[in-house]
């Protein structure tokens, strides 16, 4: 990050006059040579990260030059070793000047070429100039994105690999025999390692790959490290080459992988045997109904009268995935790496997760927060088409896909155009909240979804709502399967789908879903109480019982909830199967309440609730990504927050497992509240409602094509971002997409413009910034102005609320992370029900947060904050500045050893 600031901020000067270079050198047609100041730039912001650098290590200014021609083009070029040039070695050229044959005198530069590396030292330094060089032009060229995240990291593990006990460390038997081993040959190490920068920088140029991403993928590659290392190490191994001058370059035909013959097969057979007998284990498996994990074969096809050199062409495999390919669930086929002794590490975080399935060209954004980096989250599933850029989005659909989409964008463009006549200012008052509820007429809405069903197979089941649900799943469900959507089963097709109520997850496991969430691997412990089938209420539910039963009333007349007696249900149900939970309630501002469904304590419900997959959301680096991308548009922006109502209680759970969600709004009472939908307080809501909303959000993203926008869901928080001179109208198609499905929105929640909250994060697009909101900010710093006026005694319950509050800060305020381990550590050795004064380090360092908070975190001007939360946090201050003035006088005078404590000072 200091690196692109940086170079950005550095680069401006020159701005100008980099416009008018380039035009000159256009007209010459050749590639402009970078001028001295530009270098100069590129090196400070590389040295800014990486400390200053000595001739030995710094590019040379032809190289830069050279590398920022091919970046300029997305054209990179592998340069050989002895081509890669530092500042020390381009000063050794020389000027020529010679008389051509018209008369005219002609001032040429000698070409440098420096000598191949003959030892590993040597080739380090040569990789340092080869790594320097990329991050200068990650630092210049900010708006290549695959540049993006690029560090030293890949290049220092790409050495490592070379120079390795994989490759430069791998013991070669000699032809003295096993007593006697020797290192492979340098030349074939240095021809590997070539072949493997050109096929990563053809990974970037073709696949969409990062640099930092291809780096790593050739190194994973078995089947370049078979067909350019351990092949021709293991021939040169069994062929004298001691009269043989030594090859500088390595040449391999084009046919393949090369064969052993029978006379190298012991060469290895021993390696091959461990092989064969996981191959029998495999067989075991496979007869016990289990899975296995094989690396996929490359060839199966047998030259006459030879043995193959890769025993993953061997008969023997060819009829094990035959005989597993009649049961596809029984063989788990993936791609590892049987040279390493870790799993290989896959850039989906080891999922089965095909991104080919998903028809985009290329990886997904990156999304950059904290030196870290992973692709774009955007809430709707992995395969969601938003989560590339929009020029790369469905672009290897079929027509069929292509047709349907422009059909049914056409036509909610031309319904927003009909009933929308200035987009603009509709689009500000939507944000501003001056509209209460949507401007497309509900009568107007049905004959627009009756033009959609027409472009479906069947129209007629197209326009069908089922019971209990707002959403048309029908009319999904026919537009997804033609996109191959890889979830679109769940709407209507499954015994238990959306259409008629999905399993709560209580009898049998959550489903498994890989091509739209990873796999669950941590499983958070629930606590453990003392089973009770029948739950009484929290004295917060039991007080505002009244308030309690109004809701119900409520969600009954929306069809979500039913009353019942225990007796009924049991008889209907089976004793067993009715758990009756604990209610609490929270009040709103209106003097209504939200109830809270106590899925977990006494009735245990949530126990027996197993997830499979990871629900993934967006976070910091997600809410930064956004906003650089609108930034790196340099199109003009305009974004909105929406809310989702009652968006878990849109999910029909099937009849069977209405059972175990029953609540009562008064413990004393004999009436039983029966849920039909997705109940806050479930583990298994928020899951199936991530499914349904990335099922939609994914038909809103195909629908919307390679329109200049980005979206992301929290939950039924949703946000997106429009750009270019169609922003406003594909704005309203967006939204319009959204209602069309059947979406029901909070209109008077509705906000954004050039800047926007969006779950406690705000997003300034006019100024390129993100931070946290002012009412997560203002919460934070009362809850410690509390505390202290309580002289630090607070509930552990409520202290456990105030720091998990505060770490969903931390994400974006990554300073505050390490002063969270005292506050961690009370934690962990209190009761939840304990009431105590806080312990002193506790309280010196949420006197440090409540100094920091507010000029770090959030922007709140002084009229915002009362006089009280002003003076203590000039207080705070005030006494810390002075501590820290007498501690480095103390440390000046040498007071402060370690064999005399401190003052009193709390600080």
């Not at 991403?213 to 050739?218: M, T, Y």
């Not at 791609?335 to 290989?344: C, F, G, N, R």
């Not at 119900?552 to 009715?578: D, I, N």
């Not at 009761?831 to 004064?837: S, Y």
Request: with cysteine.
């Amino acid at each position: 990050v200091a690196s692109v600031v940086v170079a950005w901020e550095t680069s401006k000067e020159f701005i100008a006059k980099e416009v008018e270079l380039r035009a000159e050198s256009k007209v010459m047609g050749q590639p402009r040579v970078l001028q001295v100041h530009e270098r100069q730039a590129m090196i400070r912001a590389v040295e800014a990260v990486h400390g200053a650098l000595n001739e030995a290590e710094s590019p040379s200014q032809d190289y830069l030059s050279l590398k920022a021609d091919e970046t300029e083009c997305n054209e990179p070029v592998a340069a050989q070793l002895d081509e890669i040039l530092s500042k020390k070695e381009s000063s050794n050229a020389s000027i020529q000047s010679s008389v051509d044959p018209s008369g005219h005198l002609r001032v040429t530069r000698t070409k440098v070429k420096a000598k191949m590396p003959t030892t590993t030292e040597e080739y380090r330094r040569v990789m340092k100039v080869e790594m320097f060089a990329w991050l200068c032009m990650a630092a210049r060229f900010r708006s290549k994105h695959w540049l993006h995240g690029l560090t030293a990291e890949p290049f220092l593990k790409f050495v490592d690999f070379i120079l390795g006990d994989r490759v430069w460390g791998i013991q070669v038997p000699s032809q003295a025999g096993e007593s006697q081993r020797l290192k492979p040959d340098w030349a074939i190490v240095l021809a590997f390692e070539y072949k493997l920068r050109k096929e990563a920088m053809k990974l970037v140029t073709n696949s969409g790959h990062t640099l930092a991403d291809a780096l790593a993928a050739v190194i994973r590659d078995p089947d370049l490290k078979e067909a350019y290392f351990t092949t021709p190490i293991a021939l040169k191994a069994a062929t004298s080459q001691e009269s043989a001058p030594p090859n500088k370059w390595l040449r391999l035909t084009d046919k393949g992988f090369p064969w052993l013959s029978n006379s190298n097969k012991g060469i290895v057979d021993e390696a091959n045997q461990f092989v064969l007998k996981c191959l029998d284990m495999c067989h075991e498996a496979f007869a016990a109904q289990g899975h296995f994990i094989l690396e996929h074969p490359e060839d199966l096809g047998i030259v006459q009268g030879e043995r193959p050199g890769s025993i993953w062409q061997w008969p023997e495999l060819h009829e094990l995935l035959t005989v597993c390919s009649a049961s596809s669930s029984s063989c788990l086929v993936d791609v590892i790496d049987l040279d390493s002794k870790e799993p290989t590490e896959r850039h989906d975080q080891v999922t089965d997760f095909e991104m080919e399935s998903c028809l985009n060209r290329g990886r997904p954004m990156l999304a950059e927060w904290d030196n870290k980096s992973h692709e774009f989250i955007d809430g709707f599933g992995l395969c969601s088409p938003a989560r590339w850029p929009p020029l790369a989005r469905g672009e290897r659909r079929s027509s069929e896909m292509h047709q349907l989409a422009a059909k049914t964008f056409s036509l909610l463009e031309r319904f927003v155009i009909q009933h929308i006549t200035d987009h603009r200012l509709l689009a500000f008052k939507l944000v501003t909240g001056k509209l209460a509820s949507s401007p497309f007429p509900e009568d107007e809405m049905h004959e627009l979804r009756k033009s959609w069903a027409s472009l479906l197979k069947d129209p007629k089941d197209a326009g069908i709502v089922d019971e209990g649900q707002p959403f048309y799943l029908r009319a999904l469900s026919q537009w997804l399967k033609v996109f191959e959507d890889p979830d679109v089963h769940w709407l209507v097709d499954e015994s238990d789908s959306f259409a008629s109520g999905v399993p709560l997850g209580v009898e049998e496991p959550l489903p498994r879903s890989p091509q739209v969430f990873p796999p669950k691997v941590r499983h958070r412990k629930l606590d453990e109480t003392e089973f009770n089938p029948l739950a009484v209420n929290y004295p917060s539910g039991q007080l505002s019982r009244k308030e309690l039963e109004e809701k119900f009333r409520e969600e009954e007349s929306l069809g979500r909830m039913f009353p019942s007696k225990l007796s009924v249900l049991r008889t209907k149900y089976g004793e067993h199967r009715v758990r009756v939970a604990a209610m609490a309630a929270i009040a709103k501002p209106d003097g209504s309440v939200r109830p809270l469904h106590d899925a977990t304590h006494s009735v245990k419900v949530n126990h027996s609730i197993v997830y499979q997959d990871q629900i993934q959301c967006p976070g910091p680096a997600e809410i930064a990504a956004v906003v650089r991308e609108a930034f790196e548009s340099r199109e003009a922006p305009f974004c909105v927050s929406a809310d989702i109502k009652a968006a878990h209680r849109l999910v029909k759970i099937r009849e069977e497992d209405w059972g175990y969600t029953c609540c009562r709004a008064d413990s004393a009472s004999d009436v039983v509240w029966v849920n039909r939908t997705g109940t806050f307080g479930v583990s298994s809501a928020p899951y199936w409602w991530a499914k349904l909303c990335g099922l939609i959000g994914r038909f809103v993203g195909h629908l919307m094509q390679t329109s200049l926008f980005l979206h992301m869901i929290y939950v039924d928080d949703l946000h997106g971002v429009f750009l270019g001179e169609r922003k406003f109208l594909d704005l309203w198609i967006w939204l319009l997409a959204f209602e069309l499905a059947g979406t029901p929105f909070g209109y008077h929640k509705f906000k954004g413009g050039v800047a926007s909250e969006f779950v406690g994060f705000n997003l300034r697009y006019d100024l390129t910034e993100v931070g946290i909101s002012d009412k997560r900010g203002q919460w934070l710093i009362r809850w410690i102005v509390n505390a202290k006026d309580n002289r630090w005694v607070v509930p552990a319950r409520d202290f456990s609320e105030f720091l998990g509050r505060l770490c969903f800060v931390a994400q974006l305020l990554v300073w505050l992370k390490p002063h969270l381990a005292p506050l961690f550590a009370w934690t962990a050795v209190v009761g939840p029900g304990t009431v105590g004064r806080l312990p002193e380090a506790v309280i010196l360092t949420l006197h440090y947060i409540l100094a920091e908070l507010v000029s770090e975190s959030f922007r709140v001007s002084a009229k915002d904050l009362d006089l009280k939360i002003l003076s203590l946090l000039v207080e705070a201050r005030e006494a810390f500045d002075v501590a820290r003035a007498k501690a480095k006088a103390d440390k000046g005078s040498g007071k402060g050893s370690l064999s005399k404590r401190f003052d009193k000072s709390p600080w």
